[in-house]
Each structure stands twice: as C-alpha cells, then as structure tokens.
C-alpha cells in the first residue's frame, strides 16, 4: 500500500503525472472546524429535508434535495483543500446533482420502472470511485495519473471515513453517559436535547467532521496504519490463493457437478471470491516492484490469486447462465449479469497482464490494468445509473417469449412478476396477454386483479398439486380447508411438511400446528394457524370471556405448576409447549388424533 511519505520520491510509473505530495497531504489547521460546520450545516439541511413535512411534499424533490445534501457534502468534506477548494466545490456539486437526480428518478417513476434501487446503488458506486480518481488529478491527467496517488486515496478515504464513522459513535456514548451524570443532579437538558431529531442530524454532521478533518491532516499517520493492514492481509493471502486453487481444481474434476446443483447461492460466492482475489493480490504487490513484497511464496500467491479471478468469473456466468435459461431474465439477474461482464473483464485483462509481464513486468502490468478497470468501472456505473435502457421491459418480453415457446407452461408461468416486479412494461404485457384466449389470458386477468405480491418471488405460483403435506386429523372435512390456506398463504409449507389438527379454539377457530424440518436444525419445529373465521362473533376484542382479574396491593402472586401440552415427534417433546387456545377443546381428539397418526 502507498507510503505517503513516499509519493514524492522516485519517478511515477511510465508515463504517469505525480501530483506534488504537499497537495495530497496538505496538513490544514483549519480543516477539521471547516468539514465540521460544513456537515454540521449538512445534518441540519438533512433535518429540516427529512422531518419537516411542510417544507416540500413532493417526496421526489424531498428525495431529491436529501440525496444532493448528502452526497454532495462528504465529497465536498472529503475533496477539500486549500488549493484546490473551487474545483473541489463543482465536483461536490456534479456529486451531488447526479445522485439528486438518481433519487429523484427512483422515487418519482414509483412502480413505473424496475429495480430502481439497483440504479440507485449504481450512482453510489460511481461516486465511491470518482472521489479517489478526482483527489488524484485524473480530470487533469486522464489516464497519464498517477496509479500511487489513486491507490493511496482509496485506501485514505476508506480508513479516515471509517474512523470519523466510529469518533461518532464513541460522541453518542459519552452523551448518554454525561446524561447518566446530569441526571443524578436533576438536569435532564442533554435528554432532551438528544431526544430532538434536528441535534441528532446537527450533532453527528458536526462531530463525524471534526473527526474527518482531524484524520485528513494526518494522512502521513493513517499511511502507516495502511502498511500494518497490508502486512496482515498479505498473511491471510496465502492460504486463501491455495484454497482457491483447490476449490477450482476440484470443481473442474467434478465436471462443475457441485456448480450446476447449487445455482441459487454459487454466483453471489464466486463473485465475492474474486472480489477478495482482487484485495489479496494488491496487498502483495503495492504501488511499485521496490515496495512489493520480497517474499517468493507471496509473490507467487499474487500471481496466481489474479490468475483465478477469470476462472471464477466464468463459472460465476455459467452458474448464472444456468439460472436464466432455468427461470428467464428478470431485471435482478440482468443487473448480475453486467457485474459479471465487467468481473470477467477485470478477470480476463489480469490473465493478460500476467502473460504479458512474464516473470519481471507482471505486477506493474498488473497495476496498470487495476488503475484502467476503475476507470471503466466508473464510466458503466454512471451510464447505468441513468434510465437508459429499461431492464423491466427487456425481462417481460424474454418471459413472454419463453411462454410462447413452449419452455414454460401457462400453470408455470409467473404472471404475478409481470405485475409487480418488471414496472410498466410488464403491466403492459401483461394486458397484452390477459387480453388473448385460453388459459394464459385467464391466468393473466387474475394477476391483474392482485393487489399484493404472492411471497414466492420468481416462482410458480402453487395449484394443489405443487402441496406436499401429511395431514393428521380425523376429520375429512379439514383438508379443503387447510388445502385453500395453504394455496394462499404459499410461505406455508414451501417443502414437506406435516399438519397437525389442533381442533377449535374458544373463539371457534379451527386451528393447526405446520411442522416443518429446517436445514440446520436438529429438531422439526412447528407453527400455529387459525385457519378459519371466529364463529363467535370476536373480531377484534376477544377477551370478554376471560375471568377478570384486578391487581392490587392484596393480591396473591405465585409461580405454580400447570400441566401442560406439547407436539411431539416419535415420542420426543419438540418446541414450545401449545398455548391454551390451541388446546382448547383438543383434549377430546387427542385418542383419535393418536389414532390416525398410528395408521
């Protein structure tokens, strides 16, 4: 990791423009009372954005003003400095004006778009990696800047922020510690105060810049702490490149067998594999071949860590490929496909670079391509921030598609995602199809009339066949009843499971325990449902045919000993005993329950 001492010494890498290491250090005895009233005026603007209802009630344009405060303030907080504070302020205020027109967006299209939100963590991706290519110069330098000064103020940036963040935390324990204190004298004023949202906002705004400015005229120090965080990452990143390697070894020799039977969990984990890949070799090689570390095993753990991220890139895209021509596009999956693009790439430019650089130019190459994918990265994430390209109408059509083609059946088919989960244009699909004849327009009418989501996201909605359940009961009757719940309430009984008849309540509901077997539990555990209407008339206060009981000075209280009921399972208790309205008028079928279990 960059030394700051060090960014003024030796020549930058080839054809590179150093920035002079008195602006990247600046120490300013001014900074930390300037960053705290900067966001101290930030947190108040925020309070009066946030909890004033009068002040806008559009929640576009409130949306819209939080998101500029907030952006545009910590990349003003974290880019100023005295020679350079005007061009800091107008890259705080394009911060700012994007990520305020991003908010504006996801909250003015409502339902109309979809995966807003995923646009929305887009722009604070591109702001996250804006702020260290500007503080480096790159608006001056372009792709000539400096790989030691961008290096080093990723790294800055991240510890300063994370120590103002927990300075913050640490000033809200000794308020409510000097609290404790003025409490014991009878003076509730910090009480008061901390219970009022706008000291809240004001306080921490001020307090986290104070700490901010304080940590940003040390950098000399945090680059110290930087080369201890190195050192033990770099520790841990031997082990990690030779399970990497063994994992990808024993997949290829499975064939991908492993791969292909867990698609739901295997993309999200390689990505992340590769992503810690990416972290473990920078913390090899450093800023220079002179600061890489000297030695052998750990450069070769370098080498091989960025060998791996292509290979786990592509099996994180045929695990997803697998995904999709499974289940179709969904603006969700689209999204992970461009962050698998962009993976690959990465990944594909490291092997490159590795090949390229053969035994003595390999880190640099390496470095070169670090620096060239942030740029990249920077320049997707801000297109993908904007609504240019609508994923919701992409995946509709891909869905329909799949319909017509036969890969799906109109019982399969997710109608309900084309009314909640693709925006506009999946309700305007959606019409399409409820407009036609048969099975698909009728199924695609009832998704028109839902006015909630069903809990399965992008899976079929269930009919009886889907149900796979052992009911114990010695009423026949019971089944259509617990047949019609479980079709409506579908987070019921997902798997196999077992129903139990708990007989009526005193309301006269009919009730049931659900025992279900979870993955990681040694035990089956259970939930109750009432599954039916009170026949008492009790709707809302059910109480009243409850003895009343009045406490009073002269009241008896005691711990006593009841009987009580519990489910259980080949003879062994499971859970907690049943209350007493589940085993309210059980008693009587109890032998018959035993019965039809036995049989």
Sequence with gaps: MSDPRSL????PQTGAVALDEEELIEDWPLRPWVLAAL????????HLLTDID???DEPAWRAAGTSFVWFGFLALAFSLNRKRAIEAGLFALVIGLIMGGIA?????????HAATELSFASGVFFSLLALPLFQAGFHKTRFATDYRATHFHVWSDAISGAGALAFVGISWLLLHLLDALFQLVGIELIRDLTRESWFGWIWSGAVGGAALGVLRNNLKIIGALQRVVMLVFALLAVPFAAAIVIFLAVLIASGGQALWAATDDATP?????AAACFIFFNTIIRDTDEERSKSRIMQIAAAVLAACILPLTVFSAVSMGIRIDQYGLAPERIWALIAIAIATAYGLASFVALVRGRLAGWSQQLRQVCFNMAVVACGIAFLLALPLVDFGGVSARNQVDRLNAGKVTAEQFDFAALRFDFGASGEAVLAELAEGEGEVATLAAEAQEMDERPYERFGKQRNEADLDFRLITDN??????VVEFLLLESYVCREQCVILDLGQNRRGQRQIAVLTQHRYSPQPGYDTYAISKPTDGCETDCWQDRPKIELSDESKVAIEKFERSYIT????????????DAVDGLSAQIPQITQANTE
């Design 476 to 481: 026949p009757q019971l089944r259509p009843l």
């Design 39 to 46: 966001l101290g005026v930030g947190g108040l603007l925020i």
């Design 8 to 11: 003024a010494e030796g020549a």
């Design 569 to 580: 399972v080949d003879g062994e208790p499971i859970g907690q005993p049943l209350s007493e």
């Design 54 to 56: 009068d002040l806008w």
């Design 269 to 273: 984990i390689l990505l992340s594999c």
């Design 104 to 112: 504006w967006h996801m909250v003015s299209a409502d339902d109309q």
